[in-house]
């Protein structure tokens, strides 16, 4: 354990040191891309989202172009994330739990109001972000949870239906049969599912995702919206980082945005979107933030279970945060990407990042 520390120690001092002393071409190939800020022009609106977030920051933006409201623009970006049957980690086609039902955990928050709202747990609703906004606009509650949060969404006219696509439904089978070979279930060999042949049964055993959308608006108002079906195979009831406000998502007006995708834990436990945007209102850069927030979650990370050989974090965990003056960044342990528009059309930008691999 001493020596993992002590390599960890080294890793990270290395990586400081380099971003230090070279040019900023270098300094982006040991983890620190160029900064982002948005067009010198001014105020123009900015969209941020995780990678899996190209048209979600199209659509929000073709609505903020428009003058609309940023948590409606962000929330009909990610609805359409949420409602495609081909995106495995997010609402409709999301990859169940493990007893095979698709649970959605999803927060919201509009900075000019300054308030938010949240469901876990829910069932049978494609779209829970707008569940969540419910809960901020009809209720003097915050989070809403499982079978309430369910009723809530059936008696503001959301139809229940089935989420569970038969492409997840047989991924989960594929799962449960090889969980042992000391138990009554049969391999898939036993011709229950139809798997590509190459697809690698590992690659998938704790397959996770999210969407995460921020905005900031010409006229610096910002909100942000957060939702996902969760860990694959979860522990029914598991509810992770994305409904939780602080860390799934936070935001201040006054200040900027951060939400997450990645390993929900690492993050619940130390509320790192509103640690980085407490980082970005003492005036450091959005990418300086992510990265410092990394620092405090690699920090945490002390369980062997969770490390590598070497001694860092074996799990992935991303954070994307944006300033009310228009500038953005995101980090993650190791090399990742997430996607930004500024007006111009959405593209995917270089996060920074603690460890070259
Ligand atoms: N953060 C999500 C959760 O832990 C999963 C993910 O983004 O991959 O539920």
């Known amino acids: 354990m001493k020596l993992r520390w002590s390599r960890r120690g080294v890793l990270r001092a290395g990586a400081a040191a380099g971003v230090g002393l070279l040019g900023s071409r270098s300094a982006a190939a040991l983890g620190a891309p160029a900064v982002h800020t948005r067009r010198a022009q001014g105020q123009r609106p900015l969209v941020i989202s995780s990678a899996n977030g190209l048209e979600a920051c199209n659509r929000a933006m073709e609505m903020l172009e428009a003058g609309e409201d940023t948590l409606d623009s962000v929330i009909a970006g990610v609805n359409i994330v949420e409602l495609d049957p ?69 008696m503001h006219g959301d139809e229940i239906e089935t989420l569970l696509t038969d492409g997840a439904r047989l991924r989960w089978l594929e799962w449960k049969e090889n969980l042992s070979d000391r138990d009554d279930w049969f391999p898939p060999s036993s011709g229950v599912g139809d798997f590509p042949e190459d697809d690698d049964f590992t690659s998938f055993y704790r397959e996770h995702g999210t969407i995460n959308c921020n905005a900031v608006a010409a006229n610096g108002d910002i909100s942000g919206v957060t939702t996902t079906s969760g860990l ?51 005036g450091k850069h959005p990418q300086d933030a992510c990265l410092e927030v990394m620092r405090r979650v690699e920090h945490k990370t002390v369980d062997p279970r969770l490390l590598r050989e070497d001694g860092t974090p074996n799990f992935s965990v991303n954070f994307y945060a944006l300033n009310k003056k228009g500038e953005f960044g995101g980090a993650n342990f190791r090399p990742s990407r997430f996607a930004v528009n500024d007006g111009s059309g959405s593209r995917h930008v270089d996060s920074a990042y603690l460890y070259e691999r």
């Open 86 to 154: 081909e995106d495995t980690s997010v609402g409709y086609g999301g990859l169940p739990n493990e007893a095979g039902v698709v649970q959605l955990d999803s927060s919201v928050m509009h900075g000019p109001t300054r308030n938010g709202g949240a469901v876990a747990c829910i069932e049978g609703i494609k779209t829970p972000s707008k569940v969540a906004r419910l809960v901020m606009e009809r209720t003097d509650h915050v989070l809403l949870v499982g079978r309430g949060a369910q009723e809530f969404a059936r």
């Open 232 to 282: 694959a195979w979860k522990i029914p009831g598991r509810v992770g980082d994305s409904p939780i406000l602080g860390a799934g998502l936070y935001l201040d007006n006054d200040v900027g945005a951060c939400g997450s995708t990645g390993r929900g834990e690492a993050n619940l436990l130390d509320c790192c979107s509103f640690l980085a945007v407490e980082f970005m209102r003492q």
